[in-house]
């Protein structure tokens, strides 16, 4: 019934910028706290950056800097804005988030991943 649908990824050269979304379905769902996560080949997966309701946020180190989480309550979205990539950032990104609709909390759900591709 819920779904976190995810774009924005895509094939950038080093120093290039993407921004990513990650929108809760449905006109009744609101995203509460909700981290990015992304899996690198031969790495296991890791947070990225994360995002809680009080609008606290933390980043890995590798990322600090050059990546920046954000939300858009009345859209249900959100975002991670990437500039000065890097190939090491070259990865699957996921979006996690907690998901609330009709003064409820439905569930933690996942997006489906997109593919960000970083070349030198």
């Known amino acids: 019934q819920v779904q976190l649908v995810e774009s924005g990824g895509g094939a950038v050269q080093a120093g290039g910028s993407l921004r990513l979304s990650c929108a809760a379905s449905g006109s009744r769902f609101s995203i509460n706290a909700m981290g990015w996560y992304r899996r690198a080949p031969g790495k296991p997966r890791e947070l990225v950056a994360g995002?809680?309701?009080?609008?606290?946020?933390n980043y890995r180190d590798s990322v600090k800097g050059r990546f920046t989480i954000s939300r858009d309550n009345a859209k249900n979205t959100v975002y991670l804005q990437m500039n000065s990539l890097k190939p090491e950032d070259t990865a699957a990104y996921y979006c996690?988030?907690?998901?609330?609709?009709?003064?409820?909390?439905?569930?933690?759900?996942w997006g489906q991943g997109t593919q960000v591709t970083v070349s030198s």
């Open positions: 995002l809680t309701s009080g609008g606290s946020t």
């Open positions: 996690n988030a907690d998901v609330f609709g009709d003064s409820s909390y439905l569930g933690n759900y």
